[in-house]
């Protein structure tokens, strides 16, 4: 393409190529990614709109987990976050044309923080409930877990969620699983924590004797410890949304479409085979499930 180019621009006098190299400058310090060589002309937006005010900003703060790789992972050398909710938190940025600024959110701050205005958007493995939807808005699902139990190799005491009673069992503060197992283990002994990666920990030194959360998140410890195994059948269905204040209906619409065209054209595919689909060797289609099927879940 660079060659094409420069062929057309030699073809040309010398003032209208030097205004055509001095656009070219503009368009590539303007890219927000490098993956591709031309940048689409950013879309406009309603004034008044959140849309608008992000894109008018450059900015757009998004809630990400730092802790719960292959979701959401912050380097602590680099200070680089990646995972499958940062890809899609990207696309979402780029579509408005602003560069994304993620800070960390946990389970329990994550709707506090669509409240106060802390973070424009929640990408943090953040299941849709029919409890939370009261709250904030979702937008519609972009991907489904399962919720799993999660034990050391050598423990052949645990096998499923019949096993957990009187078992120290971590999750965390605000996810669905402190109901998840006062439910169905209601005699486990509950260690709830802020983080995965104190779970991890837990579980390491012996603190705990199992890890209840998504099945996903639990794959990203096994690919930090070969030491741990992922027991029983299925706890749970764990449909994750994009967390949208309250209200705004706008850009849960823009959001949705950006998730629409993110599951049509392949990247969705993408993104799940290099996070997920590499480490556990299962297939996996972009998510079908309406919000409103997966609120219905929790009714």
């Known amino acids: 393409m660079q060659q094409i180019r420069w062929r057309w621009l030699t073809a040309l006098a010398l003032a209208l190529s030097v205004l055509a190299l001095g656009a070219c400058g503009d368009e590539d310090e303007g890219s927000s990614g490098g993956d591709t060589a031309t940048t689409a ?46 890809d899609l938190a990207k696309a979402i940025a780029d579509e408005l044309g602003a560069t994304p600024k ?17 973070a424009d958007l929640i990408l943090s493995t953040m299941t849709i409930n029919a409890e939370r939807d009261e709250e904030i808005d979702f937008s519609e699902p972009y991907f489904v877990a399962k919720g799993r139990i999660l034990v050391k ?54 603190g705990v004797d199992a890890v209840s959360t998504d099945d996903v998140i639990l794959t990203g410890m096994i690919i930090q410890d070969d030491t741990l195994k992922l027991v029983g059948e299925d706890l749970t269905t764990e449909p994750y949304g994009v967390g949208i204040k309250q209200g705004d209906t706008a850009f849960k619409e823009f959001v949705d479409g950006v998730i629409a065209a993110y599951k049509e054209d392949g990247r969705w595919a993408t993104a799940y085979q290099k996070w997920v689909g590499q480490y556990t060797g299962e297939k996996q289609d972009p998510p079908t499930m309406t919000l409103q099927e997966a609120i219905d879940l929790t009714k």
Do not use: H, W
């Open 153 to 206: 190799k050598d423990d052949t005491s645990i096998t499923g969620v019949k096993d957990l009673t009187g078992k120290k069992v971590c999750t965390v503060l605000g996810s669905t699983y402190e109901e998840t197992l006062k439910k169905q283990a209601p005699k486990a002994k509950r260690t709830l924590v802020d983080s995965y990666s104190e779970c991890l920990e837990l579980i390491q030194n012996g």
């Open 102 to 118: 993620y800070i960390e959110a946990l389970s329990d701050n994550r709707i506090p923080f669509l409240k106060d205005g802390t």
């Open 41 to 86: 002309p950013a879309k406009s937006f309603a004034a008044g709109s959140t849309m608008k005010a992000l894109q008018d900003k450059g900015e757009i703060t998004i809630g990400v987990k730092f802790d719960a790789p292959p979701f959401g992972r912050k380097d602590p050398q680099s200070g680089d976050v990646e995972g499958f909710d940062i």
